[in-house]
Structure formats: C-alpha cells, structure tokens
C-alpha cells in the first residue's frame, strides 16, 4: 500500500500549486494533507478530504476523485514553502504517508 | 493549549532498548486515540503505530511488529512507546501525535517536537 506523490515542484509567488497524491486505497478512504516546515513538526492543513482545520488558510483547499487526491494551495506565498505529505487509513492496510512532495516558492 | 512532549530519545546500540515517552495537557487525554510517526533525517513520515482511548491498540506497522509496543497510562496523561532489537535503520525523529476527535481516516491534528533516536554503535 503506497500513495505516491510527485517528488518536487517549483512555484512563484501568487500562482496556484496543486500537489497530487495518487493511489487505489483512496477510492474507498479519505486522505488528510499535512504541512512540515524546514525544522518543524508537520501541521495537518486539509482531513476528510476537503476540511480545513481552525487556522488554516482558505488558500489551501483539497479534493479526491477516488484514485487521485489533490492539495491546492492558490495564490501561494514564500510562508507556504514545505514539504506536504498525504496521507489514509485503511482498515486492512492500516495507516500510510505518501512519499511528500517538497514546495519550492521562487 | 494543547502541547505534546517527547522525551526518552537518544544514542543505542543495535539490539538495544529504549522507552519513549509522550507527556500532554491542554486536553483530555482519555477521549483521544494516539499515534507514534517517525522519520529518519532527511526523509519521509512512517506511521509506526497507533492506540485508541482504552489502551487498545489500532495497529503497527510491519516494521514494528515483534519489536515494537504502545501503550498508554491515562491518569498521567502519558503515551509510551517501547523500542527492543532495535537496528540502524530504526534511526529517527519519533513523533507523538493526536488523533483528530472527529474526522474519518484517523488523521492527526496536534504533534509533539519529535525526540531523536540514533541506532549506531
């Protein structure tokens, strides 16, 4: 059981960044998005699919189609560089991350 | 304020043991399912395992399996996580993270800094 994700990509400033993460389990469970700055712990930003936390950016936004889930980060800025991981719980599999996808803001 | 701190992290050797320790407050611990999350310097999260309110345990990993053991103490708001034959591919930052109360997937809303675990003799 693996959710892959596209292992970098490079933004500027107030352009739309949608980050993907790909994998057969999210057909049937829900994906959670989490946010870790250089140093830091991570910071869940999107659960349920689509859900902000309290705190969260609306800029951040999240959708799954069933075997793709993706993060949307519109209108980026330079606070919003990190590293984002996904990730779902399945009853059989348990709990996996994706492999990350580091945001470069340039 | 919800806080979650690590402790008990440090330098073993390969086959040894360690006992790490999450303390929290700013919440009611007992209404929480919990988790343990590592990530070795430089890469990624691995989901090492999980325990519901009651002490009984959501999963582990594979890698933890036979090696690794969860548990909690509620009256001391306390998680725990148990290392034996550990290896040096076990070297990492482990987090203690909590279950997000309300949402499906079991996600995690609130971490704790992370205590770093080196395996190397």
């Known amino acids: 059981y693996e959710l892959t994700q596209t292992p970098s990509m490079s933004v500027s400033p107030g352009e739309t960044a949608t980050i993907s993460c790909s994998g057969d389990?999210?057909?049937?469970?829900?994906c959670a998005w989490y946010q870790q700055k250089s140093g830091q712990s991570p910071v869940l930003v999107i659960y349920?699919?689509?859900k902000r936390p309290a705190g969260i950016p609306e800029r951040f936004s999240g959708s799954n189609s069933g075997t793709s889930a993706t993060l949307t980060i519109s209108g980026i800025q330079a606070v919003d560089e990190a590293d984002y991981y996904c990730?779902?719980?399945?009853?059989?599999?348990?709990?996996?991350f994706g492999t990350g996808t580091k945001v470069t803001v340039l | 304020e919800v806080k979650l701190v690590e402790s008990g992290g440090g330098l073993v050797e390969p086959g040894g043991t360690l006992r790490l320790s999450c303390e929290v407050s700013?919440?009611?611990?007992?209404?929480?399912?919990m988790h343990w999350v590592r990530q070795p310097p430089g890469t990624g999260l691995e989901w090492v395992a999980g325990?519901?309110?009651?002490?009984?345990?959501?999963g582990q990993a594979a890698f933890a399996k036979g090696r690794f053991r969860v548990f909690r103490y509620n009256p001391e708001k306390t998680l725990f996580l148990q290392l034996s034959s550990l290896r040096p591919e076990d070297t990492a930052f482990y987090f203690c993270?909590?279950?997000?109360?309300?949402?499906?997937?079991?996600?995690?809303?609130?971490w704790g800094q992370g205590t770093l675990v080196t395996v190397a003799s």
């Open positions: 700013g919440f009611k611990f007992d209404d929480y399912g």
């Open positions: 993270a909590r279950e997000h109360s309300s949402a499906s997937g079991r996600p995690v809303d609130f």
């Open positions: 325990i519901k309110w009651n002490g009984d345990e959501i």
């Open positions: 389990e999210l057909r049937t469970n829900y």
């Open positions: 349920n699919d689509d």
């Open positions: 990730q779902a719980w399945d009853i059989n599999t348990l709990y996996v």
